[in-house]
């Protein structure tokens, strides 16, 4: 979310912060693109204040995401009729992780977008086979934005092919010339932005896939998406999801195809999150829906069970779990109109790398700065990122770091709680006064603390303070 924002606030007013990622060429710049056009237009309109610089492209997500759902609804009103439908939809609409993902502008959710889109276009069985041109130039979109959508639509294009009477035409005719058009679409806007020729989708894959180096930020076990990602994803729908495996017709049979394959093809990568598998959320959602419409004696009590036990982890973890990240931008956004000049003011972040947004939430050029956690891209061994450096020994790190001198020090300094007594010497000799505090979660570990502090610098530090 942080290299998101970054680089359409970067792209819009030519300041901010561009991650890593950008600078090795892993992200494409055609979505951030779609948001730093509105970032655009409201400067060129002088509409451009902050809340809707952090709003607008939350509900233009959130939009998209709601016409996907819909659309979700109509593909499968036109498959099994409106009352399937109409369950199907509730679970959606029901889903706590749908919630927690459906505004948040991460490449995830506009791939989940873009293949809801392309699956009501896809020549299911039993429906008109129709024209394939749109079905295949949206999931050619979500390839482009998220070059790992080739492993959910792998299964899919394989079924599509095989079932093609005209396969010489097909190619010649569709993927060739629409995999030429997107991918070439691709890579102009890249080479705009980034100033070079640039394979975005070739080094994502090889970053990702070939080198494993996002290993880098966490691994986890190869069952990990069986045990632990796919139940938590699914939360309370998940015994209708295998109830309704049972219950759905044979042409889903495709759709569980494409769920298991992405979940298996996903497992075989060290690197795990909840949100890679997303993507599959609406297909599953499908089944919940058919289990649904086949209970007769609880249909009632499960509605009101699934209603209540996904409204209680959505309110929290949307309303409540790790708000501090929030709560403290906008905070730090008050430095921009109670300063002259945003240059008297600096902030320091000793959080754990992206642990909160970024120039997006206080939309000035304000000077910003947060501990660095790039991969190794060398090959070196025995690599530590700059985070590790400083949380290895923070005190230490802080007195090299400033060699004692009191005009390198930023003004303003975030930290988590659990880190305060560690560099408490440090806060106290150069004056440094706590001056906010904010509740950021019930769950602390590790370097995450249960609150966010905000130390300001006095003009004459206590004097004589080891």
Not at 330 to 337: E, P, R, T
Request: charge should be positive; glycine fraction near 4%; charged fraction near 10%.
């Amino acid at each position: 979310m942080v290299c998101f924002f970054s680089v359409c606030i970067f792209n819009a007013y030519n300041y901010g912060y561009l991650t890593w990622e950008w600078a090795e060429g892993l992200r494409s710049y055609l979505y951030p693109l779609l948001f730093a056009s509105i970032y655009k237009v409201l400067q060129l309109f002088t509409m451009d204040n902050v809340q809707l610089v952090i709003w607008l492209p939350r509900i233009v997500q959130a939009f998209l995401a709601a016409h996907a759902d819909v659309k979700l609804y109509s593909l499968v009103k036109q498959l099994d009729g409106a009352e399937t439908a109409k369950w199907v939809y509730f679970c959606q609409l029901s889903s706590w992780f749908t919630w927690y993902c459906c505004t948040r502008t991460l490449s995830n959710t506009m791939e989940t977008v873009l293949t809801t889109f392309a699956l009501c276009y896809y020549p299911m069985e039993g429906t008109k086979m129709g024209s394939s041109l749109r079905f295949l130039t949206l999931a050619s979109l979500a390839f482009i934005i998220r070059p790992t959508a080739v492993i959910l639509w792998a299964p899919l294009l394989l079924s599509h092919f095989w079932k093609e009477p005209m396969k010489q035409n097909l190619i010649l005719y569709k993927y060739v010339p629409l995999g030429a058009i997107t991918l070439g679409s691709s890579l102009i806007i890249d080479r705009i932005f980034f100033g070079k020729w640039v394979v975005v989708q070739l080094n994502f894959l090889k970053f990702n896939v070939l080198q494993n180096l996002a290993t880098f930020y966490g691994s986890h076990p190869w069952h990990w998406y069986f045990t632990q990602g796919l139940p938590v994803v699914l939360g309370t729908h998940l015994p209708f999801f295998i109830h309704g495996c049972f219950q759905a017709p044979r042409r889903h049979h495709i759709f569980l195809v494409v769920v298991f394959w992405t979940v298996i093809a996903y497992s075989m990568l060290s690197h795990k999150e909840f949100r890679f598998i997303y993507p599959v959320l609406p297909l599953c959602m499908v089944f919940c829906g058919h289990s649904l419409k086949k209970l007769r004696r609880w249909k009632k009590a499960a509605v009101s069970f699934l209603l209540v036990s996904n409204l209680l982890p959505l309110l929290y973890t949307g309303l409540v779990h790790q708000r501090g990240a929030l709560d403290v931008m906008g905070h730090l956004q008050g430095l921009c109109s109670t300063i002259s000049t945003p240059s008297q003011a600096s902030v320091f972040m000793l959080m754990p790398c992206h642990s909160t947004p970024y120039y997006s939430h206080v939309h000035c050029p304000l000077q910003m700065r947060f501990l660095q956690c790039p991969p190794d891209l060398t090959g070196k061994t025995n690599y530590h990122d700059e985070a590790d450096l400083f949380y290895s020994n923070p005190l230490n790190w802080l007195k090299e770091e400033f060699h004692g001198n009191s005009t390198l020090l930023p003004s303003h300094l975030v930290l988590f709680s659990v880190l305060q007594q560690d560099i408490s010497p440090f806060l106290v000799s150069n004056g440094y006064e706590k001056t906010a505090t904010f509740f950021h979660t019930h769950l602390p570990q590790g370097r995450i603390g249960s609150h966010i502090y905000v130390y300001k610098k006095n003009q004459t530090p206590l004097q004589g303070q080891a």
